[in-house]
C-alpha cells in the first residue's frame, strides 16, 4: 500500500468511508462463469435491441441500422473495427431473426448469447411473445440452424484471449484491480495519463521521471527550485527572496482527501444516449474510449473528487474542489480508490452474491468486525492528526419506489421495458449491484432497508466509542431524503436523481447535492475537519494563475 504510506508525507488527511451497498448481496467483483454468462446476455440483448429501434427509429433495414451503429463508433481502441467484424459474423443471423419479428431476447437465446440454466426461471427483458416462447424460440433455432457463427465458444469472447493482447491486458487487469495506475514511468503511484487509474481518479503528477515529486507530499525545502507536491506552487519571491510555498501555505492546515468507496463513489455512469437510438449520433460516442478506460466510472466528475466543471449545470462543487477553493495549497491533493463491486481498496468484500440474500446480508457483528479491521489498517498508515469520516448506507427503496414502473432508455421507444422488468433482469441472470433493493418482493425491500439501518447504526457506534491515535472519527448519516426535497424545491422530480441506465446508482446531481449537504453539515459541526480558509489564496491565484490545471 505505498500509495497510502505516501500520505504520511502531508500535514493532515481527510478520509471519507462510504458503505453503500454492504446491507445487500452484489455482484462479486470477480464474476465467475455464470456471472460473466450473464453480462454477455445482458450485452447481446442491449446492443440486438438498440439495432432493432435504430432500423425503427430511421425506417432503414436492419443491415443499415448495424452500419450505422458501427459509424457513430470512434476508432480509438479498435471499437469501429471490432464493431464491423461482429457485424460481418453475426449480421446475417441478427437479420434473419429480427426480419422473423423475434425480438432482443429471442434472438441472444437462439444465438447461444443467452442460456436457460436448468432448474432456474427463464431470464428476459422483454414481456413473453404471444405465442408461447417455447414455440417460438425453437422457431427462432431452425431459422439460424446450420450457422457457422454457433461454433464460436460464447465464453472465450473476451478480446483479451488474443495473443498479441494478452501481456497488456494482464498489465492493464493489474493497474485495475490494484488501484494504481496502468501509466507511471517513476512508480510513485501517480500518472500524467488521464485513465486506467491516472490522474482522473488522483492527483495529477507533475514530474513522471521523478519518484519523489507527487501530490499531497511534504514540500522539499519549501519548493524554492521544483514544485515537489505538484500544487503549482514553487520558486521564490523576488521581493523578499522567502519561498512561494512558504509564505502563502505554511501554517494554512492544508486537507488532501482520499475516498475508498464501491461503484457510487466512483461515479459509475452510462450514458443513456449510448442506448437511445432516437438520440444517437457520432458524439454520443465520443467519451466511449474515455469511459472503457475507466471503467465505466467517471471519478473526474464525483461528488467527493471531482475536478472538471459539471456536466448536470448545477453550481454545487465536488469536496474536492470546495478544499481548493477554501485553501489553493490543497491542489490536486485528492485521491478515489473507489473500485466498482461491494469492495474497494484497503476495504475487505463484505458480501458474496447469493441466490437467497436474506441469509447472506452482512450482520452487524460481521460489519463490526470488518470496519475495526479497516480503521485499524488506517490508523498504521495515516498520518497523526487526520480525520476520517464514515458513511452511512442508504435506504435504497426509493429505487424501486421512484422507478418500478417508469420506462427504462431501451423501453421509451415502444414503450415496452419497464425498470421493474430490468431490475428482474438483472436479479435473474445474478448480475444485479443490489438483490435486496432492485426487487419486486416488498418484504425483501424492507429487511435490506432494515439491515441498512442496522449498519448505519453500527457505524455510528464505532464512530462515537473508538478512539485511534493517528485520526479522529466522526459519522455522517447518508440523507437521500434531504437531498430529494433539495431537488423538490428546484422543481426536479425523485427519479431524476437516479442513473436511467442502470436504475440504482445515483448520478451527476445526486452526487454533488450529497455532497453540498455532506459539507454543510462538516462545517457546521466540525469546522476543524475542513482546515481554515487560506487568507492568501487570491495572491496565489495571482502569481500561479491555475497553477498548472488538473
Same mark, same amino acid.
Given at each position: 500500500?505505498?500509495?497510502?504510506?505516501?500520505?504520511?508525507?502531508?500535514?493532515?488527511?481527510?478520509?471519507?468511508?462510504?458503505?453503500?451497498?454492504?446491507?445487500?448481496?452484489?455482484?462479486n467483483?470477480?464474476?465467475g462463469?455464470?456471472?460473466?454468462?450473464?453480462?454477455?446476455?445482458?450485452?447481446?440483448?442491449?446492443?440486438v435491441?438498440?439495432?432493432e429501434?435504430?432500423?425503427?427509429?430511421?425506417?432503414?433495414t436492419?443491415?443499415?441500422?448495424?452500419?450505422?451503429?458501427?459509424?457513430?463508433?470512434?476508432?480509438?481502441l479498435?471499437?469501429?473495427?471490432?464493431?464491423?467484424?461482429v457485424v460481418?459474423?453475426?449480421?446475417?443471423?441478427?437479420?434473419?431473426?429480427?426480419s422473423?419479428?423475434m425480438?432482443?431476447?429471442?434472438?441472444?437465446?437462439?444465438?447461444?448469447?443467452c442460456?436457460?440454466?436448468?432448474?432456474?426461471?427463464?431470464?428476459?427483458?422483454?414481456?413473453?411473445?404471444?405465442?408461447?416462447?417455447?414455440?417460438?424460440?425453437?422457431?427462432?433455432r431452425?431459422?439460424?440452424?446450420?450457422?457457422?457463427?454457433?461454433?464460436?465458444?460464447r465464453?472465450?469472447?473476451?478480446?483479451?484471449?488474443?495473443?498479441?493482447?494478452?501481456?497488456?491486458?494482464?498489465?492493464?487487469?493489474?493497474?485495475?484491480?490494484?488501484?494504481v495506475?496502468?501509466?507511471?514511468?517513476?512508480?510513485?503511484?501517480?500518472?500524467?495519463?488521464?485513465?486506467?487509474?491516472?490522474?482522473?481518479?488522483?492527483?495529477?503528477?507533475c514530474?513522471?521521471?521523478?519518484n519523489?515529486?507527487?501530490?499531497?507530499?511534504?514540500?522539499?525545502?519549501?519548493?524554492?527550485h521544483?514544485?515537489?507536491?505538484?500544487?503549482?506552487?514553487?520558486?521564490?519571491?523576488?521581493?523578499?527572496?522567502?519561498?512561494?510555498?512558504?509564505k502563502?501555505?505554511?501554517?494554512?492546515q492544508?486537507?488532501?482527501?482520499?475516498?475508498?468507496?464501491?461503484?457510487?463513489?466512483?461515479?459509475?455512469h452510462?450514458?443513456?444516449?449510448?442506448?437511445? @437510438? $432516437?438520440q444517437?449520433? &457520432?458524439?454520443s *460516442?465520443?467519451?466511449?474510449?474515455?469511459?472503457l478506460?475507466? +471503467?465505466?466510472?467517471? =471519478?473526474?466528475?464525483?461528488?467527493?473528487?471531482?475536478?472538471?466543471?459539471?456536466?448536470?449545470?448545477?453550481k454545487?462543487?465536488?469536496?474536492?474542489?470546495?478544499?481548493?477553493?477554501?485553501?489553493?495549497?490543497?491542489h490536486?491533493?485528492?485521491?478515489?480508490?473507489?473500485?466498482?463491486? @461491494? $469492495?474497494?481498496?484497503? &476495504?475487505?468484500? *463484505?458480501?458474496?452474491?447469493?441466490?437467497?440474500?436474506?441469509? +447472506?446480508?452482512?450482520? =452487524?457483528?460481521?460489519?463490526?468486525?470488518?470496519?475495526?479491521?479497516?480503521?485499524?489498517?488506517l490508523?498504521?498508515?495515516?498520518p497523526?492528526?487526520?480525520h476520517?469520516?464514515l458513511?452511512g448506507?442508504?435506504?435504497?427503496?426509493?429505487?424501486?419506489?421512484?422507478?418500478h414502473?417508469r420506462?427504462?432508455?431501451?423501453?421509451?421507444?415502444?414503450e415496452?421495458?419497464?425498470?421493474?422488468?430490468?431490475?428482474?433482469?438483472?436479479s435473474?441472470?445474478?448480475?444485479?449491484?443490489c438483490?435486496?433493493?432492485?426487487?419486486?418482493?416488498?418484504?425483501?425491500?424492507?429487511?435490506t432497508?432494515?439491515?441498512?439501518?442496522?449498519?448505519?447504526?453500527?457505524?455510528?457506534?464505532?464512530?462515537?466509542?473508538?478512539k485511534?491515535?493517528?485520526?479522529?472519527?466522526?459519522?455522517?448519516?447518508?440523507?437521500?431524503?434531504?437531498?430529494?426535497?433539495?431537488?423538490?424545491?428546484?422543481?426536479?422530480?425523485?427519479?431524476?436523481?437516479?442513473?436511467?441506465?442502470?436504475?440504482?446508482?445515483?448520478n451527476e446531481?445526486?452526487?454533488?447535492?450529497?455532497?453540498?449537504?455532506?459539507?454543510?453539515?462538516?462545517?457546521?459541526?466540525?469546522?476543524?475537519?475542513?482546515?481554515?480558509?487560506?487568507?492568501?489564496?487570491?495572491?496565489?491565484?495571482?502569481?500561479?494563475?491555475?497553477?498548472?490545471?488538473?
Amino acid at each position: 500500500m505505498k500509495s497510502l504510506w505516501k500520505v504520511l508525507w502531508v500535514t493532515s488527511v481527510f478520509v471519507l468511508l462510504p458503505f453503500h451497498t454492504s446491507a445487500s448481496p452484489a455482484h462479486n467483483d470477480r464474476p465467475g462463469t455464470r456471472h460473466a454468462k450473464g453480462y454477455i446476455c445482458v450485452g447481446c440483448v442491449v446492443v440486438v435491441s438498440v439495432i432493432e429501434q435504430l432500423a425503427q427509429v430511421h425506417n432503414t433495414t436492419v443491415q443499415a441500422a448495424m452500419e450505422r451503429l458501427c459509424s457513430y463508433l470512434p476508432e480509438k481502441l479498435f471499437l469501429k473495427y471490432t464493431c464491423y467484424l461482429v457485424v460481418h459474423m453475426f449480421g446475417p443471423d441478427i437479420i434473419k431473426l429480427l426480419s422473423a419479428g423475434m425480438k432482443a431476447d429471442v434472438v441472444c437465446h437462439a444465438l447461444e448469447f443467452c442460456e436457460q440454466v436448468s432448474g432456474q426461471p427463464l431470464c428476459h427483458l422483454y414481456p413473453f411473445p404471444k405465442v408461447a416462447w417455447k414455440f417460438t424460440l425453437e422457431k427462432a433455432r431452425q431459422i439460424v440452424k446450420g450457422s457457422p457463427t454457433l461454433k464460436y465458444s460464447r465464453s472465450s469472447s473476451d478480446i483479451c484471449s488474443l495473443p498479441f493482447l494478452a501481456k497488456i491486458c494482464q498489465k492493464i487487469k493489474l493497474a485495475i484491480q490494484n488501484s494504481v495506475p496502468f501509466k507511471d514511468v517513476d512508480s510513485d503511484k501517480y500518472s500524467v495519463f488521464p485513465t486506467l487509474r491516472g490522474y482522473h481518479w488522483r492527483g495529477r503528477d507533475c514530474n513522471d521521471s521523478d519518484n519523489m515529486t507527487y501530490p499531497g507530499r511534504r514540500p522539499d525545502n519549501w519548493d524554492a527550485h521544483q514544485d515537489s507536491n505538484c500544487n503549482g506552487i514553487w520558486g521564490v519571491d523576488p521581493k523578499d527572496g522567502i519561498p512561494y510555498e512558504k509564505k502563502y501555505c505554511e501554517g494554512s492546515q492544508p486537507r488532501g482527501i482520499i475516498l475508498l468507496g464501491d461503484s457510487a463513489g466512483a461515479h459509475f455512469h452510462i450514458p443513456p444516449e449510448w442506448l437511445t @437510438a $432516437s438520440q444517437m449520433s &457520432l458524439k454520443s *460516442f465520443f467519451n466511449l474510449p474515455t469511459a472503457l478506460t475507466n +471503467e465505466l466510472n467517471w =471519478p473526474q466528475l464525483s461528488g467527493a473528487t471531482g475536478f472538471l466543471n459539471s456536466t448536470s449545470r448545477i453550481k454545487e462543487n465536488s469536496i474536492y474542489l470546495r478544499l481548493r477553493k477554501r485553501n489553493r495549497c490543497n491542489h490536486r491533493d485528492y485521491q478515489n480508490l473507489s473500485k466498482n463491486g @461491494a $469492495s474497494s481498496q484497503n &476495504l475487505e468484500t *463484505f458480501i458474496e452474491r447469493k441466490i437467497d440474500p436474506v441469509p +447472506e446480508m452482512t450482520t =452487524p457483528e460481521q460489519f463490526y468486525s470488518k470496519v475495526m479491521e479497516s480503521l485499524k489498517f488506517l490508523n498504521s498508515h495515516l498520518p497523526n492528526g487526520s480525520h476520517v469520516i464514515l458513511y452511512g448506507l442508504p435506504d435504497g427503496a426509493f429505487l424501486w419506489d421512484h422507478l418500478h414502473d417508469r420506462y427504462h432508455p431501451l423501453g421509451q421507444l415502444n414503450e415496452d421495458v419497464t425498470y421493474d422488468q430490468l431490475y428482474s433482469f438483472l436479479s435473474c441472470l445474478q448480475v444485479t449491484p443490489c438483490h435486496g433493493w432492485m426487487s419486486s418482493n416488498q418484504t425483501l425491500r424492507t429487511l435490506t432497508s432494515e439491515r441498512a439501518e442496522q449498519l448505519s447504526n453500527t457505524l455510528e457506534k464505532i464512530a462515537t466509542s473508538k478512539k485511534f491515535t493517528n485520526f479522529d472519527l466522526f459519522y455522517v448519516a447518508f440523507d437521500f431524503q434531504e437531498i430529494t426535497k433539495k431537488w423538490q424545491q428546484r422543481g426536479g422530480q425523485p427519479w431524476q436523481l437516479i442513473e436511467p441506465v442502470d436504475g440504482f446508482h445515483p448520478n451527476e446531481m445526486a452526487l454533488l447535492l450529497l455532497a453540498d449537504v455532506f459539507w454543510n453539515k462538516v462545517q457546521h459541526q466540525w469546522p476543524h475537519i475542513l482546515g481554515k480558509e487560506n487568507p492568501f489564496n487570491p495572491q496565489i491565484e495571482q502569481v500561479f494563475g491555475d497553477q498548472g490545471g488538473h
